[in-house]
Nanobody, 126 residues
Framework: QMHIVESGGGLVQPGGSLRLSCAASGFTLDYSAIGWFRQAPGKEREGVSCIGRSGDITQYANSVKGRFTISRDNAKNTVYLQVDSLKPEDTAVYYC???????????????????WGQGTQVTVSS
């Protein structure tokens, strides 16, 4: 059975950092594109970042460019989202999602993903 589990969320002060992890079990991420999404209270879920199957192509939402960094470690079957210079408006539940067999090395920030995790809460507050 395919599962992905996010971890690494928590309460952090403005300007702080976290590293979110997305670990897969029951399948390999080697050929998959992975996306990170977030949903704040009362708002729609939005795409934050994604990484293509080769790891060479990444995308970021304008609101997080220069502050968030996505990476993948296929040996650990895990994808990371380093989140730096956090702002209160980054507060949300962060979800990882997997596109199992993408047609190219690119990735998208839309919700065209096959497997979703349960999310990890990130709260930015002083």
């Amino acid at each position: 059975q395919m599962h992905i589990v996010e971890s690494g969320g928590g309460l952090v002060q403005p300007g702080g950092s976290l590293r979110l992890s997305c670990a897969a079990s029951g399948f390999t991420l080697d050929y998959s594109a992975i996306g990170w999404f977030r949903q704040a209270p009362g708002k729609e879920r939005e795409g934050v970042s994604c990484i293509g199957r080769s790891g060479d192509i990444t995308q970021y939402a304008n609101s997080v460019k220069g502050r968030f960094t996505i990476s993948r470690d296929n040996a650990k079957n895990t994808v990371y989202l380093q989140v730096d210079s956090l702002k209160p408006e980054d507060t949300a539940v962060y979800y990882c999602a997997v596109q199992l067999l993408p047609l190219s090395n690119e990735c998208v920030l839309s919700e065209a993903y096959d497997v979703w995790g349960q999310g990890t809460q990130v709260t930015v507050s002083s």
